[in-house]
């Protein structure tokens, strides 16, 4: 086989190419979004702590104001990410990130529970859709053999986001009305990163799809080498408008992305928007404690998606995915069954549910990217993640309600319960997309 060729494709074309420079800055910039998630879902959940006292916030408030995101993050997916295949990935990629600016300002001024919600609300809109607009666009341009750890990693970096914003959180839990802060500093990422976004250029595969072939051969020119060709980009098979999303082997694959990824993040949000409320429940004292152990279970959480990142493309998609269901599953049964176990028992089963989910959750981006053709691959990642939204919604409202009536250890076994039906769901469903082009992987006929 000629140096230059890797099975079957050329290295002057995009699955065959090198990893360079600027596919590392476009997986840098597009990870700002899912940073920005991880920093505002997490960062509410320590801001309620000031919040919920100073304003006497009733229950269904606090579940109301700790959904809402997720909520407008559901809108934002299922809308924005159709007009993203029909307007280009380039041109929302920046509007999206000055809608959370402008919000995250805003919520400093907030003086009533409705003011925050609708502001969350909105900031989740613009989070849902830059879901499907980055994701696509690192799809669309990584070499093949990168692209899961490219696309996987822009998950881990939700993680980055949760982390520090846990930590932010916890030392501004310090400051009298911290909690202002806490909510106004989501701004500083995002302008930085709407700043940064200014140089990446659009698809070559979305381009293609439109029938745009020299726009798209100039710019893989100008990003993989002078001698790039359109080699590996065939002419798709036209799929239509978002009705094709929703029938045959294409509908399939939405219901599986969509049930495995609900599983995967109803009870990660729960833990995120209410962590430091419910390790207080456990043996931890209220107080500082908690907040500082939310922020370890950030870090476990991350380490779980760095190791599913090392694996995903020597084990491949399937084991990483049931195997995490399983294991995390075991986690949360271990924390129902025993609440009043020693700290370092409970700290130990929340690392193990917290490192396991990484597999699932890295695959909720590599999945849906993979599945879907160019023409309809942002309308479906948008779909999915909407539709896993409304789970994670429901279930992050629910959670303070399910931890006053039902109790710490029955809220626990329907945690494990979720988790064990991902499991189901995935070992009767998940596709092996290892080793395969993108072309590959989103055709039915593969």
Known sequence: MNADTVQGTTMSSLDGARLNAFHVKLAAFSSGGPFLDGYILSIIGIALVQIEPKWGMSTLWSGLIGASALVGVFLGGAVFGAVTDRIGRKLMYTIDLIAIIVCSVLQFFVTN?????????????????????????????????????????????????????????????????????????????????????????????????????????????????????????????KTGTISAVLRGGYLRRVVFISAFWTATVVTLFAIYSFGPQILALFSLDKGDQANLGYGLINVFFLVGNIVALLLVDRMGRRPILIGGFLFSALGLLYLALKPDSALWMIALAFAVYAVFNGGPSILEWIYPNELFPTEIRATAVGLCTGISRIGAAIGTFATPWALTTLGLSATMYIAAGIALAGAVVSLFMAPETKGKSLHEAASLGH
């Open 113 to 237: 529970e409705v003011e925050l919600f609708v502001l969350r609300l909105i900031i989740g809109v613009a989070v849902g859709a830059d879901y499907p607009i980055a994701t696509a666009l690192v799809a669309e341009f990584a070499p093949k053999s990168w692209r899961a750890r490219l696309v996987g990693g822009l998950n881990a970096m939700w993680f980055v986001g949760a982390t520090v914003a846990a930590f932010v959180g916890y030392a501004l839990l310090q400051v009298d009305d911290g909690w202002k802060w806490m909510l106004l500093s989501s701004a500083v990422p995002a302008v930085l990163i709407v700043i940064a976004r200014a140089s990446i250029p659009e698809s070559p595969r979305w381009l293609m799809s439109k029938g745009r072939r020299e726009e798209a051969l100039a710019i893989l020119k100008s990003t993989i080498g002078e001698d790039a060709t359109l080699d590996d980009l065939p002419e798709e098979e």
